[in-house]
């Protein structure tokens, strides 16, 4: 079994565009992804924009308000503000969350924490309860105006 990670993304831009892509390179690989949102607002807003933003495949995906849980199964990608399983991710994605608080978070093989380069500071405490929970292998990359580059949470 490969060893559970965390991919960091530093962005300067909005977060709904480097999810997406993210979410299409997952969905294009197989696996299913959690999309941990913060609020019922948010799963509402990224549910209806992945609906109209695929651009060359459907993506399967849902949330409690959309499609019955015991339908969950059938969806890539599932929307809560809850670590919830019923689509049986093996990743998650989220936009820099608070996740101390958060039960089962280590049954993830993947965690993609994507926040504003800015809160820096708080990515370096998640990185250390990351650590704490197993997730010994993290990369960071930052975005600049024209690539990403490698960088460290230390």
Known sequence: MPDKSVVFYGIKSEF???AFKLIEKMYGIGERVLFLC???EEVDF???KLWTSARLSFIPSGNRKTIPVEDAEF???WFSTEITFQNNPAILIHNGLD???FQNIEKFQKIIDIFNIE???SAKTRSKTYSEK???NQKLWIQSDTSWTQGELK
């Open 75 to 77: 969806c890539h990608i």
């Open 16 to 18: 709904f565009p480097i």
């Open 134 to 136: 197993g997730y010994l």
């Open 38 to 40: 913060d609020n019922e």
């Open 119 to 121: 809160a820096i500071e």
């Open 99 to 101: 996740i101390s608080n």
């Open 46 to 48: 990224y549910n209806s």
